[in-house]
């Protein structure tokens, strides 16, 4: 069954360094999106993607957080410079579906980035 | 903005059946959702309602949902040791291009043998 990817599974980095979090959405899927879950707090929508186009941000992503869909497969999540609150799991997430319909998202495990 | 509140921890002896709660402010949701994680995994759609039904069964899941007090529960039928996990309800809201969920913390059911 086709599944979403992410890789790494955890980062460790330092304050103030770049990260790039991966995604492999699953092959035919045409909307994705990134959600975080810092520890004991819920899921937060972070960004949706569509048709090479941010469609929808939330207000945790500002100008250090970006997305990009280099090369057709993979989804990458970028954040410039890391702040210690940046420390979370974060998930991707693809669907196949229009958003004015049912919209199953299908999510990838996880990469738990730990900010020091 | 949206809230989505659920308890956290749940827990249910083998065989019984498991009632998870989750309340919402938001009356615009066009669907409601709930997903399972199990441990090192994604979340895994296990099963949706739309927002103008009231009830939804699927095997040993039923869905209930009472609009008027902004309230969707999960009732598991028979719990397994493997329905172990943490639950998550989740709602899209109208308006939303393409279909921004909004979560719960999640809700870790342990079930006992």
């Known amino acids: 069954e086709p599944e979403v990817t992410q890789t790494p599974s955890h980062q460790v980095t330092q304050m103030g360094q770049e990260v790039i979090l991966r995604c492999v959405p699953i092959?035919?899927?045409?909307?994705f999106y990134w959600y975080r879950q810092i520890l004991g707090q819920k899921v937060e929508f972070l960004v949706s993607f569509y048709n090479n186009e941010i469609s929808e941000k939330s207000e945790i992503f500002d100008d250090q957080f970006s997305v990009e869909r280099p090369d057709g497969s993979n989804f990458t999540l970028k954040i410039r410079s890391t702040k210690l609150e940046d420390s979370a799991m974060y998930f991707c997430?693809?669907?196949?579906?229009?958003?004015?319909?049912?919209?199953?998202?299908?999510f990838g495990p996880g990469t738990r980035l730990t900010v020091l | 903005g949206e809230d989505v509140e659920q308890s956290l921890f749940l827990s249910v002896r083998e065989g019984d059946s498991s009632v998870i709660n989750c309340t919402y402010t938001?009356?615009?949701?066009?669907?409601l959702y709930w997903y399972k994680q199990e441990p090192g995994a994604g979340l895994q759609l296990l099963t949706y309602i739309f927002s103008n039904m009231d009830m939804k069964q699927d095997q040993r899941l039923t869905v209930l949902l009472n609009k008027k007090d902004k309230h969707l529960s999960l009732r598991i039928a028979d719990t397994q040791t493997g329905d172990s996990a943490i639950y998550f309800c989740?709602?899209?809201?109208?308006?939303?291009?393409?279909?921004?969920?909004?979560f719960g913390r999640g809700t870790q059911l342990t079930v006992w043998p």
């Open positions: 989740a709602e899209s809201l109208r308006g939303s291009t393409l279909g921004r969920l909004y």
């Open positions: 938001d009356s615009s949701s066009t669907y």
């Open positions: 092959s035919n899927h045409l909307y």
């Open positions: 997430a693809s669907s196949s579906d229009r958003a004015s319909s049912y919209n199953e998202q299908f």
